[in-house]
């Protein structure tokens, strides 16, 4: 269901592996209902963004787990499986007989990835929650934000994509793992617990200093100039950060102000700092005429590193991104045509190749007859019984 | 020689990585800080990882914050962080002596991953083509902060550049003021663990054909995936959305704003409006406890919440539900929401910061925190655990960050033979 979960298999699908995606129609993901954005901003099961770009190179099935033909489909897909991905809240599974204790009994070398917020265990371990909550429960929403000011939204659930890479992690270990033992493991991935990894020097920090590191805005203590500076449109910024005395030297020749080389305020890391105010001021004094391509471009050309602020529009027309092919536009039945994201990895020999998100069910037919190898007349029973939904 | 050829894994040897479940693997750790945390993902499943720092050590220790803050490199806390679960040697490939001595820990290696800018490796003669002619199963991968080719391959990164061309910025921080990063860098983050999830899907192709490839991560790539289903919205319909300080954007079909973060006594805690049957029974458990502690009015008591749908939600239906849920959380504390929270089914979180989260009691019942040993301090530190628990095999910090050039001896001595009078030549190099 939603995103983290499902990206894993994304993912895994992109780099070959066959990836059945099983859906309830009575009970549909989230994502296919209650989330923007729809095709022509119309609601329905097969129209939102928000399914699709989570669910690309996956074959999708429907599926009633409460019935108990259903069940037994449920049981000889898990006997075809490598891999079985669940993000439901710990019990789940479990009421379903899908739990992994039940699962290894059919399957007994399978790699069982369990990934939710709290993870398996502990007395929070049954809280249910949303990414865009967690993000806050793991620290990163409280280190974003303006100084002395309030926290900011991480935009969405920024943590679900790093439980992603994590789970990705664990299930390709535990496949290498199954391969040299021929046995299967459960992996109690806790999305909290991934995101903690992203901030351990701070907790650290805590620990031994007791320091309770806060928001900074864009503010860095190792560099100055360090931030967004405004630009040339509406809404259009750039960033700029110099790391050394030699960048900021780089920098005051690049935007044809070498005598700010000479001023004590701004002489070394330690003066810069103490006037960031007034360094700001002067920095996006020579920025705002420009276009955040053009400051990008003249500080990159003299080794100083700096960026576009990217919008989302920006991030379709990014050459570099374009040369990586981080967007792959596929046809599709109901969206017409939807971009499709890569993984952030480009392999040499055996690149991603991504095939459409699914529609619900769309792939009844060829999983449960070609792969599971079930007749289409016992197909149709099962349609009819409600087995199959 | 034939013994410097035979894998790790026909050894017999006792495996370093202790019994994790990567663990007849070697890694050689070429990163520095933008991308360490990938050989620590690659250390915490069990494989051997050995980092590879310049004599007198990797200039990322000199960064952030320290042990007792003493700024002595051996003392960093993102280095420790980073770091542990690889042993650590010390190698200059400025000298010809230190990449003849790459090349000798490249056969017994089968993964190798490197932050060098484009085109650096090549130059030393260590590029992909020529480590692939030294051991034809390697997986070779490179972090970089654009990728290795493409019209910005070469342009120089950081956190704040990767937060920015990514897209990210834009979606966060007030409208009309600054776009924002968050303030502990997060770009490397990304890019290390992506890049042991690429590392991982390459190894498993030359496991099963023998034959090693070339891994690209981006950084800025890497953080695309932060932004979650925001680069939907351009896809379907050609709409950039705007920041909007604590509220949730892109939730609505009528452009209805959503507030995410909320005041309460002691701090701010994270509560949404969802629809569907989980926010129905998250909403219903929220009127009833604002019932008990007599404060809900009418308009929620009496609100159906079945039908109720965020998407078609208007700004005008969403403020008479926002209100009386800001009023009532303003009188909070961090520590009751949390608590209350899971009692009730309420969908939401305390904004923690780093003390709330290390006197969470979810994390203490797990046992998420792990002491490591640090005799150089003379002291035991809690470090946040590994990141998942696996039923086969410990997934677990068996040995803190090395220090510089800890495992010389270990590694070039007793593993690959070097005499002692060529190591003390290599030292007098400063090869090592």
């Not at chain 1, 729809?38 to 019935?67: C, E, M, Q, W």
Request: charged share 20%; glycine share 10%; hydrophobic share 40%.
């Amino acid at each position: 269901m939603f995103a983290a979960g499902p990206v894993v298999g994304k993912h895994l699908g992109e780099y070959g592996a066959t990836v059945i995606r099983v859906e309830s129609r009575n009970r549909p993901d989230g994502f296919r209902v209650h989330y923007p954005p729809y095709k022509d901003n119309r609601p329905g099961l097969n129209r939102t963004g928000s399914f699709a770009i989570f669910n690309d190179s996956k074959l999708g099935v429907t599926l009633n787990l409460k019935h108990a033909e259903g069940h037994a489909l449920a049981n000889r897909l898990v006997a075809w499986a490598d891999v079985l991905i669940e993000n439901f809240v710990p019990g789940v599974m479990e009421r379903n007989g899908l739990g992994y204790e039940a699962v290894q009994h059919v399957n007994p070398s399978i790699v069982y990835l369990s990934t939710c917020n709290m993870g398996q265990t502990g007395p929070k371990a049954g809280q249910r929650g949303f990414g865009s909550q967690l993000t806050s429960q793991s620290g990163f929403t409280y280190l974003t934000g303006y100084p002395s000011g309030e926290p900011m939204l991480l935009f969405g659930p920024y943590i679900d994509f790093v439980a992603v890479g994590f789970g990705l992690v664990a299930v390709l270990a535990g496949l290498d793992y199954r391969r040299r033992t021929g046995r299967g493991l459960h992996i109690d991935l806790a999305q909290y617990e991934t995101g903690l990894q992203f901030i351990a020097p701070a907790l650290l920090d805590y620990e031994v200093n007791g320091r309770v590191a806060t928001r900074m805005g864009n503010r860095s203590p190792h560099a100055a100039p360090h931030g967004a500076y405004p630009c040339r449109g509406d809404d259009r910024w750039c960033v700029i950060a110099a790391c050394s005395d030699d960048e900021w030297k780089a920098l005051t020749r690049a935007v044809g102000h070498p005598e700010w080389q000479t001023d004590p305020r701004f002489a070394t890391l330690a003066a810069r700092k103490a006037h960031e105010d007034e360094l700001d001021v002067l920095v996006g004094a020579w920025t705002a005429p420009h276009t955040p391509l053009e400051v990008m471009e003249t500080l990159q050309a003299a080794g100083v590193r700096a960026g576009i602020v990217n919008r989302l529009s920006d991030i379709f027309a990014d050459p570099q991104l374009a040369h990586r092919r981080a967007w792959r536009e596929l046809p599709h039945a109901e969206l017409e045509t939807f971009h499709y994201e890569t993984a952030p990895f480009a392999l040499s020999e055996t690149p991603a190749e991504l095939s459409p998100s699914p529609l619900l069910g769309e792939h009844n037919r060829r999983v449960y007859q070609e792969m599971l190898g079930l007749s289409e007349q016992e197909v149709e029973r099962l349609i009819t019984v409600g087995a199959i939904e | 020689m034939a013994d410097e050829t035979r894998r790790l894994a026909d050894s017999g040897a006792p495996a370093p990585g202790g019994g994790g479940i990567l663990a007849p693997y070697r890694v050689l750790d070429l990163t520095d800080r933008t991308g360490w945390l990938c050989g620590r993902i690659l250390g915490d499943v069990g494989a051997d990882v050995v980092k590879v720092e310049p004599p007198g050590g990797d200039p990322g220790r000199r960064l952030g914050s320290f042990y007792r803050d003493d700024p002595d490199p051996a003392k960093n806390l993102a280095w420790f962080a980073y770091n542990a679960n690889k042993r650590g040697v010390t190698l200059s490939l400025e000298a010809a002596g230190g990449t003849a001595l790459l090349r000798r820990l490249t056969q017994r290696a089968d993964m190798l991953i490197e932050s060098y800018p484009p085109g650096f490796l090549e130059a030393c003669g260590l590029g992909y083509t020529a480590l692939r002619d030294i051991n034809p199963r390697l997986v070779v991968t490179s972090i970089t902060p654009f990728g290795q080719t493409g019209p910005y391959a070469h342009y120089r990164g950081s956190d704040l550049v990767a937060m920015a061309m990514s897209g990210l910025m834009s979606l966060v921080g007030e409208s009309g003021r600054p776009p924002l990063r968050v303030s502990l860098p997060q770009a490397a983050m990304w890019a290390g663990m992506y890049a042991a999830g690429g590392t991982l899907v390459a190894h498993h192709h030359a496991q099963v054909t023998g034959h090693g490839q070339h891994v690209d991560i981006s950084t800025q790539a890497s953080l695309l995936w932060a932004l979650a289903n925001a680069p939907a919205h351009w896809s379907l319909l050609r709409e950039d959305l705007h920041r909007a300080g604590n509220a949730m954007v892109g939730r609505t079909i009528t452009g209805a704003r959503m507030r995410a973060i909320y005041r309460c006594r002691d701090g701010h805690i994270n509560f949404i409006i969802y629809g569907g049957e989980a926010g129905r029974r998250s909403n219903e458990a929220m009127v009833r406890w604002m019932t008990e502690s007599g404060g809900a009015p009418d308009s929620l008591r009496q609100k159906d919440w079945g039908p109720f749908n965020v998407a078609t939600a208007t700004q005008e239906e969403i403020e008479a539900i926002e209100g009386p849920f800001a009023a009532f959380l303003e009188k909070c504390t961090k520590a009751e929401f949390a608590l209350e929270s899971v009692k009730r089914g309420v969908l939401g979180y305390p904004v923690a910061d780093a003390q709330d989260i290390r006197e969470d009691p979810q994390l203490a019942a797990r046992g998420s925190w792990q002491r490591v040993e640090h005799a150089e301090l003379d002291a035991t530190l809690t470090y946040p655990g590994p990141f998942a628990k696996f039923s086969a095999a410990a997934c677990t910090i068996r040995r803190r960050a090395p220090g510089i050039g800890e495992h010389n001896d270990e590694i070039y001595r007793d593993e690959l033979g070097l005499s002692r009078r060529a190591m003390q030549a290599l030292r007098q190099e400063g090869v090592i």
